[in-house]
Each structure stands twice: as structure tokens, then as C-alpha cells.
């Protein structure tokens, strides 16, 4: 988990296979505290709560997508003439 201080756009960097694996409340503490360093806490109370939603919800997608990838597709059969 990586930590951005400075002003790229990104607080929080990691491969997917990171990502999945790192705890939520560890994502949103980096989070949190790279937006702090940058005074940006007029409305982290509200912030805080949808990075949570948002790592919930990519974390359902990557998974169904995943399920998706390993699964048959039922339609698809090949035929032998």
C-alpha cells in the first residue's frame, strides 16, 4: 500500500491482487491521511464513508468478473459435422 503526499491525483496505489488482499479500513486510513496532508477535510466524515462503498463495490466487481471469466457460457457449444 502506497501513499501519496505530494499532488498526483492518486492516495492510494496497489496492483489488484493487493488490493483485494489489503484490509478496507487500512485502504481508507491511507486515504484519509493523504487527504488530511493536503487539508482536504471539509467533508471527510462523508469522503471516509464512500471510499468504503467504492472498495466494497470494485471488490464485488472484480470478483463476479472473475466468476464470470471461469465459468462455461452455456450458448456456446461446439459443433462437429
Known amino acids: 500500500m502506497e501513499a501519496h503526499r505530494d499532488r498526483s491525483r492518486r492516495f492510494y496505489s496497489?496492483?489488484?491482487?493487493?488490493?483485494l488482499a489489503d484490509d478496507a479500513d487500512a485502504i481508507v486510513g491511507t486515504l484519509t491521511k493523504a487527504a488530511e496532508a493536503?487539508?482536504?477535510t471539509s467533508h471527510l466524515h462523508t469522503q471516509?464513508?464512500?471510499w468504503s462503498v467504492q472498495i466494497e463495490l470494485l471488490r464485488t466487481?472484480?470478483?463476479s468478473a472473475g466468476r464470470l471469466k471461469t465459468r462455461r457460457?452455456?450458448?456456446?457449444q461446439t459443433h462437429r459435422h
Open 38 to 40: 493536503l487539508g482536504l
Open 48 to 50: 471516509t464513508y464512500a
Open 73 to 76: 457460457h452455456p450458448h456456446r
Open 61 to 63: 466487481a472484480r470478483n
Open 14 to 19: 496497489a496492483r489488484v491482487s493487493d488490493f
